[in-house]
């Protein structure tokens, strides 16, 4: 899915060229990769996690909790990279919008 993102952004960049700061396009590229990375982190670490269960070998469920601990601080990093990425392009926006429209004093 975010690859999809990913290129919406690149079409988005590619036909709006003169639009945006592309120190801005930048960071919000390399968020959504990190966010990428992660999720594909939980991805790996879940069927991890189903595979220990359905052996019911108990060595492979005491490791179950440290990869659910991985997998809840995972979540979190996740929260936080969208938390970023949302205040960093709240503020773009709005640092646009003043450029485009400076008040008259």
């Not at 036909?15 to 968020?31: E, Y």
């Not at 999720?39 to 070998?57: G, W």
């Amino acid at each position: 899915m975010a690859n999809n993102t990913n290129k919406k952004l690149k079409h988005h960049r590619n036909q709006d060229s003169d639009d945006g700061n592309p120190a801005v396009w930048a960071t919000i590229d390399k968020s959504f990769k990190q966010v990428q990375s992660v999720l594909d982190r939980n991805r790996m670490l879940i069927q991890q996690v189903n595979e220990n269960h359905q052996s019911k070998i108990q060595d492979n469920m005491v490791k179950n909790v440290a990869l659910i601990q991985e997998l809840n601080g995972n979540i979190s990093k996740v929260v936080s990279l969208y938390s970023d990425l949302s205040s960093n392009f709240s503020t773009a926006f709005q640092q646009q919008h003043s450029n485009e429209h400076p008040k008259e004093g």
